[in-house]
């Protein structure tokens, strides 16, 4: 169970917590220069477009010169905000993925994307959580929300509203963008970790950007294979958290609300 570093997709070889140890030192030169070119390629972008937070947090995690290892940056997120990082081998059962982020454990990809998957991949590598989401996790009032994410996990599945909590995740947590000084920027990781998105997200006169409404963000279907039609900004990482305080009560509602199709448009919209 912990001799070999796991194969991509190997779910034979997780813990019943889903997760995998990440084996650093036998990570194969040829993965790290991988990192090396998705990282060199995506650093102008960020600096332009991703958002202060996102800034910060990749700064603080020094991880430009090959895959990163787990258990320094778990040293680094514990002093930052408490989080640590777990290996697994892809995705894993939403019960667990809940209650990785409930215990303030983010779950990490432990494989990388052949070169000739650069520009798209259909599932997560260490790529894309890693420095798609980890940044995040050195803001506090983000990492307090992920935390509350994840406890209304067990909840949402109990009075069937799995479905909204997905939106609000999807929505906010892997495309979500924020309003600052100077304008708007991305702090999704489904945004951050793929150089078109990064661009198009914020600059792009094809999506409808939207203003953060909790309700409106739990109704919104959403697309998974191509760039979004829709992106939703936040004002700061605060508003993320204050949902959650409301969100048993938003769920309810949103189990039986109308949903939205992916691009479509509402009355009640406040375009940016
Ligand atoms: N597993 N590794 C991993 N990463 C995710 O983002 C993830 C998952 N399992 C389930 C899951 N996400 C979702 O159900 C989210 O929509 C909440
Ligand atoms: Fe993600």
């Known amino acids: ?14 813990a019943p917590d889903g997760t995998v140890p990440q ?3 036998l990570v194969p030169p040829e993965d790290h220069a ?3 070119a998705l990282f060199r390629r995506q650093s102008p972008l960020w600096e332009r477009h991703a958002a202060r937070a996102y800034r910060d947090g990749i700064a603080r995690l020094d991880c ?7 258990a320094a940056t778990s040293e680094r997120l514990r002093a930052a905000t408490g989080w640590s990082l777990v290996g697994v081998p892809g995705l894993i059962p939403e019960g667990l993925f809940f209650d990785h982020l409930a215990a303030r454990r983010f779950p990490v990809t432990v494989w990388i994307r052949r070169p000739e998957e650069m520009d798209y991949l259909e599932e997560p590598d260490i790529f894309h959580d890693f420095a798609g989401h980890v940044p995040l996790l050195t803001e506090p009032a983000f990492a307090d929300f992920l935390q509350a994410y994840g406890e209304l996990g067990a909840h949402a ?9 997905a939106r609000l995740y999807w929505h906010m947590v892997e495309f979500g963008l924020i309003e600052e000084q100077g304008g708007l920027r991305a702090y999704g990781a489904g945004i951050l970790s793929s150089s078109a998105e990064t661009v198009y997200s914020v600059t792009s006169d094809t999506p409808l950007r939207l203003r953060f409404d909790p309700r409106r963000v739990l109704r919104s279907d959403y697309r998974i294979d191509d760039l979004q039609p829709t992106y939703f900004a936040i004002r700061d990482y605060a508003e993320l958290f204050a949902t959650v305080r409301d969100l048993p009560a938003l769920l309810d509602w949103a189990r039986d ?3 939205i199709p992916p691009g479509a448009t509402d009355p009640a919209d406040q375009p940016i």
């Open 157 to 165: 599945q109990r009075i069937g509203a799995l479905k909204p909590l």
């Open 23 to 25: 084996h650093h030192a």
């Open 257 to 259: 609300a109308e949903p």
């Open 1 to 14: 169970m912990d001799g070999l570093p796991a194969l991509r997709g190997d779910y034979a070889a997780a």
């Open 64 to 70: 430009e010169d090959g895959v990163p290892d787990f």
């Open 34 to 36: 991988t990192w090396r």
